[in-house]
């Protein structure tokens, strides 16, 4: 197949930034690299990476695009799916509009749902991810990620050999230890930096297609900081410490981190998808059965569309210990059903098993909510 | 003899408390009239003496004073200012002007647990103002108009349609008080469930402004299941509070 290797019409309306990443894009796909956007921490990834597919993330974090999404989809649905399915629509973001397949699995049901809808206009593939981790559950996840690997083949025309699926774990596996080595400087007491910039920097990596390049500096960045650790002198010192968990946060949602921050606490560890929920776990690269290996690894995410979910709070459970947490704040994006429901569990689980204080917020993408967003985050804060 | 000043700055009054480490020596309020940076420098300059050491803001306006030595949010400050008005109790609950809070304590008066509704207007200070315009009866007569009322079922959520769901009621012909007695009525319902999310226990503290009305304090009472207790000085609970962190922070500093 021809990839897709022009820039949209709407590019001269675009500020320099956007128009920048999609130059930026545009020479990757000059080079022959194709684009195959993801939504979603259960794609395994090391799939079209064995093909030299540069793997991008389409989960939007802006709430530009969904005024043109609400005039598709309903109001009162969770606005990373509005968002995202806005900039697929309006060809705003280069990652949607360079992407060669856009790849979705059956988590919650309103991105299921959505994914119908962007089929019409984008190629869409979407992989059975079962809701359970049962035996009979790996069985059918380990054929999806089998046949995900066949559909890449057929409909880029090439072979996936089971050495570079290796290959791809391998190099996978490096790129999460380094940034697991970035994130547990924050295991220091007091942390070396701030939450949101912390954030910051795993956010920007999913940027980032030279994973060679981005191990190096991450490995640089974490050096770094550790070299001018200075616990004495330290403005963060006596600082309460909270570990962030629920939705995908990001964008707009960093106003939570904010707020905490602002007043007082400091975010040591991000359970979430951006954080640990996604970079937490290796893939056994000396498999006997590789796919099995991928399989076992992706359908272990303790994502709260899995019922039950007990893989959350088993993370959790060990994060809260290995960063010497002192509360817990749960991110939920509006009208997210799956992690609004948990949170119940969530906060028995906090409050009742490990004895700390428990606050969730349920936010969207504007910033209409900032000031109360600050009183109650201070709120919090004070009662530590 | 030396003296904290807390100031609460809600969106609809300010009020003002001189606390001399043992009692409330004196207290003010004005309403904010959409100014609360002057309304605060009002209440400041009203209460302000040269005996006051340590100036503690706190509300939805508390960072809009200069002369502030601290700010603390509303939460913190009506649990202790509630705990110094009647100690023992379990939960707070206030009522306020644009938001509602409720707040479990520990049994030393320390926050453990809160709740905030700032995303509706209805179940606040303003569904009640609503009402009082609409029915034509000024706060201080709610009293009168809801004795031996019956109350109407008032259905709407949301306080623009619960404004002409009262029209039409009016329009039925049916009587003022029942209609104002089915408002509170829905009020303290709203305010009850929510409240109920943190599971209080023992006694129920009503701060803010509603809890001068006696009718308030009893339909929750009734929906809570639980004896609520109001104080004279409810109204001030958070700016209380306020000067009491003040005073700490004055001794903990010798
Ligand atoms: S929160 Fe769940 S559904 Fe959303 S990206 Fe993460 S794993 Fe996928
Ligand atoms: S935040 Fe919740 S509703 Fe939104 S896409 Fe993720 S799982 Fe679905």
């Known amino acids: 197949m021809k990839l897709i290797d022009t820039l949209p019409e709407v590019f001269e309306s675009f500020n320099e930034q956007r128009k920048n990443s999609f130059i930026t894009a545009l020479q990757m796909k000059e080079q022959g690299i194709p684009f195959v956007g993801v939504f979603c921490t259960y794609l395994p990834q090391e799939i079209p990476m064995a093909m030299g597919a540069a793997v991008v993330g389409l989960c939007s974090m802006s709430g530009e695009t969904i005024p043109d999404a609400e005039k598709d989809l309903p109001r009162n649905l969770c606005p990373l799916i509005k968002s995202s399915y ?144 200075d616990p004495q002198n330290s403005p963060l010192k006596g600082r309460p410490r909270v570990l962030v968990t629920g939705s995908p946060i990001g964008g707009v949602t960093e106003k939570v981190i904010r707020a905490l921050e602002d007043n007082g606490a400091q975010v040591v560890v991000f359970e979430n998808c951006s954080g640990a929920k996604s970079i937490d776990e290796d893939v ?79 936010t969207d993408y504007s910033t209409s909510d900032t000031g109360q967003l600050n009183t109650r985050m201070a709120a919090f804060v004070e009662m530590i | 003899m030396s003296c904290a000043l807390g100031i609460d700055c809600g969106s609809t009054t300010v009020k003002g408390v001189l606390f001399d480490g043992e009692r409330v020596v004196k207290q003010e309020i004005v309403f904010t009239r959409a100014r609360p940076k002057e309304r605060m420098a009002e209440i400041y300059s009203r209460l302000y003496t040269p005996a006051v050491c340590c100036t503690v803001t706190t509300g939805y306006g508390r960072a809009l004073l200069p002369q502030a030595d601290k700010t603390v949010t509303e939460i913190t400050c009506h649990a202790r200012g509630a705990s110094f008005l009647h100690p023992h109790i379990g939960c707070v609950i206030d009522i306020g002007g644009q938001d509602c809070k409720a707040i479990s304590l520990d049994s030393l008066g320390f926050v453990s647990d809160f709740a905030m509704n700032d995303k509706c207007a209805a179940g606040t200070g303003r569904f009640v103002e609503m009402m009082c315009r609409i029915l034509d009866c000024p706060p ?102 306020a000067a009491l962190i003040g005073w700490e922070k004055l001794h903990r500093k010798g």
């Open chain 1, 86 to 229: 806005g900039f697929a629509k309006t060809d705003k973001c280069p990652f949607f509009y360079f992407s060669d397949l856009i790849v979705g699995e059956t988590t919650c049901d309103g991105k299921k749902k959505m994914y119908e809808y962007l089929a019409e206009f984008k190629p869409v593939y979407v992989m059975e991810l079962p809701n359970s981790q049962s035996s009979d559950a790996l069985e059918l996840w380990k054929k999806e990620v089998i046949r995900f690997k066949e559909k890449l083949e057929q409909h880029f025309g090439t072979v996936i050999t089971e050495e570079q699926v290796r290959q791809a774990v391998r190099l996978k596996n490096a790129e999460r230890a380094a940034l697991r080595d970035f994130y547990s400087l924050m295991k220091l007491n007091p942390a070396p930096m701030l939450g949101q910039d912390l954030y910051k920097v795993l956010y920007g990596s999913t940027f980032k297609f030279d994973k060679e390049a981005l191990i190096k500096e991450m490995q640089e960045l974490t050096a770094k900081v550790r070299a001018e650790y």
């Open chain 1, 284 to 362: 056994d690269a000396d498999a006997a059965d590789i796919y099995d290996a991928l399989a076992r690894r992706y359908l272990n995410i303790g994502c709260s569309c899995m019922t039950p979910n007990p893989n959350r709070i088993r993370l959790m459970n060990r994060l809260i210990d290995e960063y010497q947490v002192d509360a817990v704040v749960e991110v939920i994006l509006q009208a997210c059903h799956t992690y609004n429901v948990e949170s119940l569990g969530i906060r028995r689980f906090v409050t009742g098993e490990k004895k700390l204080p428990y606050i969730s917020v349920e």
């Open chain 2, 140 to 241: 201080d007569e709610i009293e009168r108009l809801v004795s031996g009322a019956s109350p109407v079922e008032i259905t709407s959520m949301c306080t623009v349609f619960a404004e002409s769901e009262i029209i039409s009621l009016l329009a039925d012909g049916c009587e003022r008080g029942d209609i104002a007695l089915g408002v509170i009525r829905s009020i303290c319902r709203r305010t009850a469930y929510f409240a109920q999310k943190l599971h209080p226990e023992g006694q129920v503290f009503f701060s803010g402004g509603l809890a001068g009305h006696e009718v308030f304090r009893r339909e929750l009472e009734g929906f809570l299941q639980l004896p609520v207790c109001v104080h004279e000085l409810s109204q001030y609970a958070g700016a209380i509070g």
